[in-house]
């Protein structure tokens, strides 16, 4: 066969394969056409679905509050030479403390079961009546009606004031529930913009006031345990230079007395009586020794303050979440669109199987 026959034969089953394709898709739009009636039905079943989902379906309620994160490295060149001669005197002022929970380790840290838990914990004020947010959140969602009938269920509480370390195995499981359930679908930690140390926290439930305190119930939360770690050293350091400070002083105070008092014994001592000047001297050396000390400790003292100062506030809050809230909830036109398309390609989908089936079993 000459090449050419070849190229003939070849472009002739082209055109049969790519006809036989356009003929079995016609074939198959037929069919599916004519299966309109159940597709119909199936469009307008699942509509209903949709319509019915969106007057059952409550509103979910978002909280958005956002905050700035402080700078680690901001402000600390005016504190470098007062640190150094702090560092002189073998005191360590710290300064980056609390390191290990900046940029992104914060927002984990917001997700962490401790702090979620704290906030489930933390009492706050609903209609007049003073309880825990787990408690609130346990009524609001009716748990407490499905566990009617199982023991050890019945009677679990989270009390304000209650000691967490009392806690039973029960309640720690329940609150390890609450924790997943509430990081999974509930909590939302982002920053804004990726360049910028502000961060965004927002809470979605179907309870409005919820939403808000939960959010600034941890917010306020993590701040608190933030500002703690960050400034646990210099706050250690500042205490302990305090009651040095105090202590010198106290001893400066008694040697000043002691002068006065050895004066007061010998108000015209003898010139040639050296032995009468030996009291007053020694106390005066230790006036003298303490005034050194305690000018040291001093300015020790007001470069830790200094330190600790610029180290705190960690978070200064820029939006915090006001009622009423945004509410998110499905539009029954919304509904019945969603619910009428995705029917509808169910069954189209199922028709396409069973004609497939059908041929194959054929």
């Known amino acids: 066969m000459s090449k050419v026959d070849q190229e003939k034969v070849s472009n002739n089953s082209e055109e049969i394969s790519l006809k036989e394709l356009i003929l079995k898709i016609r074939d198959w739009w037929r069919y599916i056409l004519s299966k309109w009636p159940t597709t119909l039905i199936a469009i307008v079943i699942g509509g209903g679905i949709g319509l019915t989902y969106a007057f059952l379906k409550k509103p979910v309620y978002k909280a958005e509050l956002s905050f700035a994160l402080q700078d680690e490295k901001s402000g600390t060149g005016g504190l470098g030479s007062a640190l150094g001669l702090a560092s002189q005197f073998g005191i360590d002022l710290g300064g980056d403390a609390g390191g290990e929970f900046s940029g992104d380790n914060l927002l984990e ?9 704290k906030a489930l914990l933390t009492p706050v004020t609903i209609g007049g ?10 009524n609001f969602n009716k748990l407490r009606e499905s566990w009617k009938g199982k023991p050890g269920l019945e009677n679990i509480h989270f009390l304000p004031d209650t000691d967490r370390s009392k806690f039973t195995l029960m309640q720690d499981s329940i609150l390890g529930v609450f924790h997943k359930s509430l990081v999974k679908s509930n909590l939302t930690v982002d920053k804004l913009d990726k360049k910028l140390s502000i961060i965004s926290l927002s809470v979605s439930s179907t309870n409005e006031l919820f939403s808000k305190y939960f959010t600034e119930v941890l917010a306020k939360v993590v701040s608190d345990f933030y500002v703690q770690t960050k400034t646990k050293k210099s706050a250690k350091n500042v205490t302990i230079l305090q009651r040095q400070t105090d202590s010198v002083r106290q001893a400066l105070n008694s040697a000043i007395s002691g002068v006065a008092m050895s004066a007061d014994v010998n108000p015209n001592p003898n010139p040639s009586l050296q032995t009468l000047h030996v009291p007053s001297q020694r106390r005066q050396v230790d006036v003298q020794a303490n005034t050194a000390i305690l000018n040291e400790l001093v300015k020790n003292l007001e470069v830790a303050k200094m330190s600790l100062l610029q180290e705190t506030p960690l978070i200064q809050v ?39 089936l059908k041929n194959i079993l054929a």
Do not use: H, N, Q
């Not at 997700?111 to 838990?117: A, N």
């Open 129 to 138: 009546k003073k309880e825990t947010l787990a408690e609130f959140y346990i």
């Open 318 to 356: 820029i939006d915090r979440p006001i009622l009423p809230l945004e509410k998110e909830r499905v539009g029954k036109l919304k509904g019945i669109v969603l619910g009428g398309f995705l029917a509808g390609f169910v069954s189209i989908f199922a028709i396409t199987i069973r004609k497939i």
């Open 109 to 117: 840290l917001m997700k962490s079961r401790s702090m979620v838990e």
